[in-house]
């Protein structure tokens, strides 16, 4: 049987137990903000979530089949997602030229100006990154993008943006740890990408 990492005796005998407790109330803390701030402008936490989505990706990515697999969600809910906004005249949705049964979906003015309201709902969890030493954030990054690349290994969150799931990624490559053959340089570890609008699924992480 494994061990609990929710057992403060196990807790107690190892740090790893303790860093996974630590990420749950982490977590907890972007429940509890983004549904505070969901709540002042009268949505759902999805839904806040969609039109800060929405306000940084391009067009191919602005579709309900995309939303569905970047939040880890059925199609149909992100379809009634993509309803609710739209009766509140937050997005409207444009046929995809040439092809008729595909539609992109854009934000309003009004929609955008609540994606630029709501995305400052993690400013709390901010605050105490920033003042970390810069070393010690760069070796959290590390650990983090470490972790998040896992979870994708193992199928547990789909799409990751991220250079280490890259097509045009190397790793110790003319002499640097890190590098991108389609921007041509090496990357310092703090310039690794979670969200590269340039990123190409590498075929072996599927
Ligand atoms: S294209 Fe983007 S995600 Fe891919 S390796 Fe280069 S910087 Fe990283």
């Known amino acids: ?105 854009n934000l309003t003015p009004n929609g955008a100006s609540i994606a630029e309201q709501t995305e400052q709902f993690t400013r709390e969890i901010l605050e105490p990154v920033e003042n970390l030493p810069a070393e010690t954030k760069e070796q959290l990054f590390l650990s983090l993008t470490n972790i998040i690349h896992h979870l994708n290994r193992a199928g547990i969150i789909t799409i990751q943006r991220m250079c280490q799931t890259c097509l045009y990624y190397r790793t110790n490559h003319q002499g640097a740890a890190h590098y991108c053959e389609l921007l041509g340089k090496k990357l310092e570890s703090t310039e690794l990408r979670l969200d590269c609008p340039e990123h190409e699924l590498l075929s072996t992480e599927n």
Not at 31 to 37: A, F, H, I, Q, T
Not at 72 to 101: C, F, H, W, Y
């Open 1 to 105: 049987m494994h061990k609990s990492p929710f057992n403060p005796d196990i807790q107690h005998e190892n740090t790893g137990p303790k860093v996974v407790v630590a990420l749950e109330r982490i977590s907890e803390a972007f429940r509890v903000l983004l549904w505070n701030e969901s709540k002042t402008h009268g949505l759902s936490p999805i839904q806040v979530q969609v039109l800060i989505f929405l306000k940084y990706h391009s067009p191919d990515k602005c579709k309900v089949s995309f939303l569905a697999d970047e939040f880890n969600m059925t199609k149909a809910t992100i379809s009634d997602t993509v309803k609710a906004l739209m009766n509140k005249k937050l997005i409207e949705k444009d046929q995809e030229p040439g092809d008729a049964r595909s539609f992109i979906i």
